[in-house]
């Protein structure tokens, strides 16, 4: 079992950026895909990025390819979302999400989730 805590979000003019982070409990994080969703006021949980358990496999939303990276650190069992350029459209809450032995951009597909960081970007 893993528990997920994000943190990073807050408020941001247009154009700026903002690292998110991802803290998980437990030994075998490693063996975890992990992806970053979001949900905007009205609107459906959509997935941002995700990241294989060895940091190999990466897949973006069309929307924020070139402009956020994910990366992750399985020695600080952490995984990270740098958002650059952000855009007004950007905000919203972000989860991070973890599934074992694979990844996958469906959020009906993890087992695990943080509470949500709130992204606000001022246009």
């Known amino acids: 079992q893993v528990q997920l805590v994000e943190s990073g979000g807050g408020l941001v003019q247009a154009g700026g950026s903002l690292r998110l982070s991802c803290a998980a409990s437990?030994?075998?994080?490693?063996?975890?895909?992990v992806a970053w969703f979001r949900q905007a006021p009205g609107k459906e949980r959509e997935f941002v990025a995700v990241i294989g358990a060895s940091g190999s496999v990466l897949s973006y939303i069309d929307s924020v390819k070139g402009r956020f990276t994910i990366s992750r650190d399985n020695a600080k069992n952490a995984v990270y979302l740098q958002m650059n350029r952000l855009k007004f459209d950007d905000t919203a809450v972000y989860y991070c999400?973890?599934?074992?032995?694979?990844?996958?951009?469906?959020?009906?597909?993890?087992?695990?989730w943080g509470q949500g960081t709130q992204v606000t970007v001022s246009s």
């Open positions: 437990g030994r075998t994080f490693s063996t975890y895909g």
């Open positions: 999400a973890a599934r074992r032995w694979s990844f996958s951009r469906s959020a009906d597909e993890y087992e695990y």
